[in-house]
């Protein structure tokens, strides 16, 4: 299950990802943390925190640049990064199920979950894409591990 997402930053002068990791402890984010907003293919809809819902809204191409509509992350390219949202705080990270259904994980949507919940992959990894064509600057999020 990988999803085209169009990373908006200001810069894009790090490594192979667009954006800064930041410092993640149980208690919040570091300081110095960089927020960025996360849209989805080529509909630019931002994926926002939709509290305890069953999965995360996609229903804008706006952003009001709430708290819900920013995420940062945390980690590396080799382990892979964790993603949290401003809104939802440190106790909760990006989450796929590891378990898919539907026509290729058609049916499979990602959640905020506390990170280790059973059954959910919260490590991703990215991949460049030129798949938006122009000068978007777009990445495929996969959960890492995932076929």
Known sequence: MATLLMLLCSSVAWCEVPFRVTTVTKDGF?????????????????????????FIAVKSNRSELA????????????????IYNKQAGPGKVLAAPTKMSGD????????????????????????HSKDLGGNVEAYYLAPKGAS
């Open 30 to 54: 570091a300081a110095d943390t960089e927020w960025y907003t996360m849209a989805i293919g080529s509909s630019g809809l931002f994926i926002s925190d939709n509290a305890d819902k069953e």
């Open 67 to 82: 708290d819900a509509d920013l995420w940062c992350f945390a980690g590396d390219e080799q382990s892979g990064y964790k």
């Open 104 to 127: 290729a994980g058609s049916k499979a949507y990602v959640v905020l979950k506390e990170d280790g919940a059973s059954a959910y992959r919260t490590m991703w990894t990215f991949a």
